[in-house]
């Protein structure tokens, strides 16, 4: 099993429909990350948590939401879908902050909203 | 505000040949780290090489070395020795060395450039 597993790989929704996607990791990490990519804007951070109680919005939380129900699954809501939120998105998890490792990524979902 | 920059959004090497990625970055902050990843067209993000603001040489991981000029703030990747299988997008990434608050930890938050795609031609 991967370390780092996010549900589901693709996934095409419809505009207006709510959407979560999961993640969950095995490597025993505090910090957990969720980024999405856009072609030409690298990865941008959406939320980030260092433990169950401590979340923090990233750059562009603005039509998402997140729970961490336990230290090992970080899941990422899409309220209300729309075309523009149409991206892959990682999960990530890091474990210290000084690592010289960075992350260890997940796979990615690959969401389309149509 | 912390910044990278790769001015490269696409590159083509011959097979066997070096080639140099370049990224940028700003800081005002003495102690950062700085890494680059690779993305194969199969999406997943490989983690290549790490360069601490305070290490005295440049990272090397095999084929793989990393251009530290700290003055001028670039972190270049160089892979020597290109494979077809090297064909890939490329991201730099930043630590963040941002606290959330007076004596925390660092957030661990990376910031990453818009990625450079290489081909590699046989």
């Known amino acids: 099993d991967a370390d780092v597993t996010q549900t589901p790989r693709n996934r095409i929704t419809k505009t207006g429909k709510r959407i979560m996607l999961e993640c969950s990791q095995t490597?025993?990490?505090?910090?957990m990350y969720w980024y999405r990519q856009d072609p030409g804007l690298g990865l941008q951070l959406i939320y980030y948590?260092?433990?169950?109680?401590?979340?923090n919005k990233g750059e562009i939380s603005d039509g998402y939401s997140v729970s961490r129900q336990a230290q090992a699954k970080f899941s990422l809501s899409l309220e209300s879908a729309i075309p523009n939120q149409t991206a892959l998105y990682f999960c990530?998890?890091?474990?210290?902050?000084?690592?010289?490792?960075?992350?260890?990524f997940g796979s990615g979902t690959r969401l389309t909203v149509v | 505000a912390q910044k990278i920059t790769q001015t490269q959004p696409g590159m083509f090497v011959q097979e066997k040949e070096a080639v140099t990625l370049d990224c940028t970055y700003d800081?005002?902050?003495?102690?950062?780290?700085l890494f680059w990843y690779k993305q194969p067209s199969s999406g997943e993000m490989i983690f290549l090489i790490y360069?601490?603001?305070?290490?005295?040489q440049n990272a090397t991981e095999g084929r793989y070395s990393l251009n530290f000029q700290k003055a001028r703030k670039s972190a270049n990747l160089v892979i020597s020795a290109s494979q077809l299988g090297d064909s890939a997008m490329y991201f730099c990434?930043?630590?963040?060395?941002?606290?959330?608050?007076?004596?925390?930890?660092?957030?661990?938050?990376?910031?990453f450039g818009q990625g450079t795609t290489l081909q590699v031609k046989p």
């Open positions: 360069q601490g603001s305070y290490d005295q």
């Open positions: 490597k025993g990490h505090d910090r």
């Open positions: 990530a998890t890091s474990e210290y902050p000084d690592s010289s490792y960075g992350y260890t």
């Open positions: 800081t005002s902050d003495p102690s950062y780290g």
């Open positions: 990434a930043m630590r963040d060395p941002q606290r959330l608050r007076h004596g925390s930890s660092n957030t661990g938050k990376l910031i």
């Open positions: 948590s260092f433990d169950v109680k401590d979340i």
